[in-house]
């Protein structure tokens, strides 16, 4: 089964972000998500849960390296780019309640947000970081 079965397996046409309409695209450049489809779309392979579609902040670059988890340097075997300050990224929703925990979360568009994130992140949280 490919990335893209599987994604349409799990619901990907019935995904629902947080306010609860349908999920909206979060990045094509660089291509995000789970699949890189440029969605927060998300299965039961996603252990990480990305699905938090957050802007990307110097600080919060900084914090994620910090936690081990570098998002700025480039990794070419893996087709990633790495990520700049104003960059959108689909964030697993674990490392941005860890961010907002210690005042450093980036913003968020809550249309481009994955319901499946309020499995760990309060909507309240999400709605003050809103873009």
């Known amino acids: 089964m490919s990335v893209r079965d599987l994604a349409q397996s799990e619901g990907e046409e019935t995904a629902r972000n947080v306010l609860g309409g349908p999920l909206q695209p979060c990045s094509f450049d660089p291509a995000t ?3 890189r489809d440029g969605h927060c779309h998300t299965c039961a392979q996603d252990q990480g849960s990305h ?3 957050a802007v990307m902040t ?4 900084e914090f994620s390296k910090s936690r ?3 998002l700025s340097t480039p ?3 893996y087709n990633f780019p790495g990520l700049r300050p104003g960059d959108h990224w689909c964030l697993c929703a ?3 309640l860890e961010a907002y925990q210690a005042g450093k979360a980036p913003q968020v568009s809550l249309e481009a947000t994955n319901h499946a994130a309020l499995a760990t992140v309060p909507l309240e949280a999400l709605r003050q970081h809103a873009l």
């Open 33 to 35: 998500g789970f699949f």
């Open 51 to 53: 699905t938090v579609c």
């Open 58 to 61: 110097a600080e919060f670059l």
């Open 68 to 70: 081990g988890n570098d």
């Open 75 to 77: 990794v070419p075997q």
């Open 94 to 96: 674990g490392r941005w």
